[in-house]
């Protein structure tokens, strides 16, 4: 991917207060802006975890004026991009493991039941919308599930990551 930039122009945009540019993944040797925006760019991975940021859902209906609030919000959603990837790396290694111990099983817990070939954070989201801890008593929570099939699938992707209902209670 070829990207052409006037350096005055970059220069000026990122003097812009609003400007927050997140590069990864960067060598330790010295780099040009020029350079560091084609690595930026060429992160697929990171433009498609921003673009869930910048869904409606999520930051479009944020309104902030205070300097350190943008940036304290701009912190949280990074480390909650960050915590996503955590969980996606998790479930696809646990699955690469669960495969080389169980060749011939196939775990049905994808989209609709299907076999789980590359699970993401929004699998295990989406899995797991309708359900929530209940409090029972003093220091005594349950998980409510909205069906079997839901927390059957749930619970192979938490066992993808190695974390138990429990673990999640406790």
Known sequence: MEITVNEKEWDKYLKKASCIVLISN???????????????????????????????????????????????????????????AVIQYRMRKGLKEYKKENPDVKLRAGWGGRTLENPTYRLLYEHSVNCYFEKEDTDVYSYAWSSTETRERVEALLNLMKITLDDLIR
């Open 26 to 84: 960067v060598g330790e040797e010295e780099q040009s802006d020029i350079e560091l925006l084609r690595i930026y760019k060429g992160q697929q991975v990171v433009e498609n975890s921003f673009r869930e940021l910048k869904s409606p859902s999520m930051a479009s209906v944020i309104y902030l004026k205070n300097p350190e609030r943008i940036k304290a919000l701009s912190m949280l959603l990074s480390l909650s991009l960050l915590i996503r």
